[in-house]
């Protein structure tokens, strides 16, 4: 089945620092979404991004679908953007395949 | 408009015991997905329903299995609980194939 690795593992900034997370998938997509967990556990939506690039606020992604690979953006970081952030690729009904995640933890 | 409500959002079973995890999808929504979530695993897919077939299954054993009502409501259960069962179970929705797939808030289960 399709691999989806994220990179770094882990990643430790000062607020208002810059941050990529990439995201490497090992076949053509039609779909794929960053998600954000919080420290309760919910998935939050960021983007849904099969191709191109999209922004919400500080936040950015581009996916070039035809080399396999997705960037997160994060501008100006604060605080509560710290967790984990997941991207996945959808490969069949219902189900995403998910990258390992990178842990973000934004220090003040 | 609603998201996607999952409950109950914490318990604690123990071993041999049962459970039922529910779920209600985005208002519209026929899709439901399930996922768990370990430490060690990461996420990982259990099933997914439509119109109340499921569609889709993950590698995961019998004991888990799942349904869908007509309301498009699903609700998973997990019977002769183990130690290992212990994790964050996520319930998904979505309204059409390969479009956004929304996550509730999940349920943690302890299994003692």
């Known amino acids: 089945g399709i691999q989806v690795e994220q990179s770094p593992p882990d990643l430790i900034l000062q607020e208002g620092a810059n941050s990529t997370l990439r995201c490497n998938f090992s076949d053509s997509v039609n779909n794929l979404q960053w998600f954000h967990q919080n420290p309760w556990g919910q998935l939050i939506n960021l983007f849904y991004i099969p191709s191109g690039t999209k922004q919400n606020g500080r936040l950015s992604a581009t996916t070039v679908a035809t080399e396999r690979y997705s960037l997160l953006y994060i501008s100006s970081s604060q605080t509560t953007d710290s967790g984990v952030y997941f991207c996945?690729?959808?490969?069949?009904?219902?189900?995403?395949?998910f990258g390992q995640g990178t842990i973000l933890t934004v220090h003040p | 408009k609603a998201g996607v409500t999952q409950t109950p959002r914490y318990l604690i079973k123990t071993r041999g015991q049962q459970v039922t995890l529910s779920c209600s999808p985005i208002s519209g929504h026929r899709s439901v997905s399930w996922y768990q979530q370990t430490p060690g695993q990461g996420l990982q897919f259990l099933f997914e329903?439509?119109?109340?077939?499921?569609?889709n299954k993950g590698n995961f054993p019998g004991r888990f299995s799942g349904r869908q009502f007509s309301n498009s409501r699903s609700e998973m259960n997990v019977s002769t609980l183990e130690l290992g069962d212990s994790a964050l179970y996520l319930c998904?929705?979505?309204?059409?194939?390969?479009?956004?797939?929304?996550f509730g808030e999940g349920s943690w289960l302890t299994v003692v």
């Open positions: 998904a929705s979505s309204g059409l194939t390969g479009n956004t797939i929304y």
């Open positions: 996945a690729v959808w490969t069949s009904y219902g189900k995403l395949t």
């Open positions: 329903y439509f119109s109340e077939t499921q569609r």
